[in-house]
């Protein structure tokens, strides 16, 4: 008989205590939900709101309406290639 592996069962604090988010957004104006306990990863910053994951979730859904990243909805409008014709070229 095999000799088992022996593996740790207890779960993370993540896992047993609930866990406060906070709403993070990025420099494309693109949301997140990140514990507030860990320190922030680069390139994101506090929208202002904390609370549960389904508060946060709720804020999110509120507030991020247009989800494309801001570059995309910042550049003119360009009409979509013909169907078939990839970038319109000849």
């Known amino acids: 008989m095999a000799a088992r592996t022996a593996?740790?069962?207890r779960p993370s604090p993540e896992d047993t205590v609930p866990t406060t988010y906070q709403v993070l957004v990025n420099h494309e104006e693109q949301y997140?939900?990140?514990?507030?306990?860990r320190e922030l990863p680069d390139g994101w910053t506090p929208?202002?709101?904390t609370g549960t994951e389904d508060e946060c979730a709720a804020h999110v859904d509120a507030?991020?309406?247009d989800?494309?990243?801001l570059s995309l909805?910042?550049?003119p409008h360009r009409?979509?290639?013909?169907?078939?014709r990839p970038g319109g070229g000849a």
């Open 7 to 9: 593996r740790s069962t």
């Open 32 to 37: 997140a939900l990140y514990p507030a306990v």
């Open 47 to 49: 929208a202002g709101f």
């Open 63 to 65: 507030h991020w309406t």
């Open 67 to 69: 989800t494309r990243p």
């Open 73 to 75: 909805r910042a550049a």
């Open 79 to 84: 009409p979509a290639a013909p169907a078939g």
